[in-house]
């Protein structure tokens, strides 16, 4: 499974960026608009910061195929290959897909909350879709269920788009959609860091470093003690 930030803070893009095996960065414009910069800055930040081979997502304006088209085009010419155009999960973003793929542009299917939606963003050619799990919850239907159900039609129709679920609450839900096979999730700076938030990692940890300070001293290392 892929593991993606969805943020466009730039202070917590690098430093989770360096301690985690991150694959990307996804946005959206809510979330490019909570920075309260000029967007365009900040998605040529991230992008210096993840390089060039990493994928950065970014999603199409307009609401009509034609002027979804361009601002792919558009941003794929600034931000790279590696650059997948989110395009809502709409009559007219399917077309914008279908046309997308033929230029070989990489699209994921956004803004999906029903299964339906999904197989069509899917049908039309989109390398990834995104089911919101924790608005789909929010709505009284189980945002969970509909992934994996989302997960079943892609494999039962041996199509190669990717699950790309998003809008988590908590890690217990990427958990249970990472053994259950999905593609990649993008989470949150505080859910990715929720992923391995355990009072009993840390007490083990401590425990060997007093331990070996028993014998070693306060704050030495191996590197220390080996010379
Ligand atoms: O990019 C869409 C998705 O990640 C939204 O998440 O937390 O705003 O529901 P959230």
Redesign the pocket.
Known sequence: MKLFI?DANVDDIKRLFGLYPIDGV?T?P??LSKTGRNPVDVLKEIREIIGADSLLFAQALPLDAEGMIKDARAIVKLLGSNTIIKVPSVPEGFKAIRILKEEGIHTCG?VVYTPMQAYLAAKAGADYV?P?V??IDNMGYDGIGIVKQIQDILTIHRMDTKVLA??FKNSQQVLELCAYGIGGS?C?PDVIEALVKNLAIDGAIDAFIHDFAKVAGEDKSMADLIG
């Open positions: 969805d996804t959206n809510s979330i956004t995104a919101y924790n608005r998003a809008s993008t949150a």
